[in-house]
């Protein structure tokens, strides 16, 4: 059974600090896996896209990276600030040739204290 | 600017009552998809479709439905059948399944 897992559940850091989000999976056939926030009572906003060819995508002070072998990407958050409190999920969509199935990690809760 | 309408964003409902909430795309995306999101658990997908006049059933689609007339609309009816229907609702699109999925900014369902 394909499963994704995000480990801490929750994270409390300090202003300023760099920091690393886990994702794993179970499953190395890969498609893509797509990283999310969700402020509460909001929607997702889409951050990073990482195609099963390529190893990171960068945007801003976020980078994530995928490795298949080991089963496990991390989103990294550079210089973090207040804003950056929010709920982090990671979706992982498995298959290919068009039969997909899209999985969803639970989310790390972020709470980033001036 | 190109994006994801969801509509109410707040709705109130006496048991026994079906609703329909509104969901709008002006990505030009064929793939849109429903989700229920409940307090301490993961998405969960009700309803997806990849084209018009086409949808399936998600892991969750009893006491709901849906249709896609038109490539910008797929409105979820919840029905008086769904025996837990307070929860948050999410739809998204993608251009085709598999791609980047965007989300709107959900709609909160309150049953009385």
């Known amino acids: 059974k394909q499963e994704v897992t995000q480990i801490p559940a929750a994270l409390s850091v300090p202003e300023g600090e760099n920091l690393v989000l886990n994702c794993s999976f179970t499953?190395?056939?890969?498609?893509?896996l797509q990283w999310f926030r969700q402020d509460p009572g909001k929607g997702l906003t889409s951050l990073l896209l990482i195609q099963s060819s390529q190893r990171e995508q960068t945007s801003g002070r976020l980078n994530a990276s995928l490795d298949k072998s080991s089963g496990r990407s991390t989103l990294y958050i550079a210089a973090s600030q207040p804003g950056d409190s929010a709920t982090y999920l990671c979706a992982v969509i498995f298959g290919m040739d068009s039969n997909y199935q899209l999985i969803w990690g639970a989310g790390t809760k972020l709470i980033i204290k001036p | 600017d190109g994006g994801i309408t969801q509509s109410p964003k707040y709705l109130f409902r006496k048991e026994g009552q079906n609703v329909t909430l509104s969901c709008e795309q002006n990505l030009n995306h064929d793939a849109m998809y429903w989700y229920r999101q409940d307090p301490g658990q993961g998405l969960r997908l009700i309803y997806y479709s990849q084209i018009v006049n086409d949808f399936q059933k998600g892991d969750i689609a009893e006491g709901y439905s849906v249709s896609r007339e038109k490539k910008e609309s797929f409105p979820l009816t919840v029905t008086s059948a769904q025996k837990n229907p307070t929860a948050f609702y999410l739809c998204a699109s993608s251009t085709g399944v598999g791609g980047e999925l965007f989300f709107g900014e959900g709609s909160r369902l309150t049953v009385l």
């Open positions: 499953d190395s056939a890969i498609y893509n």
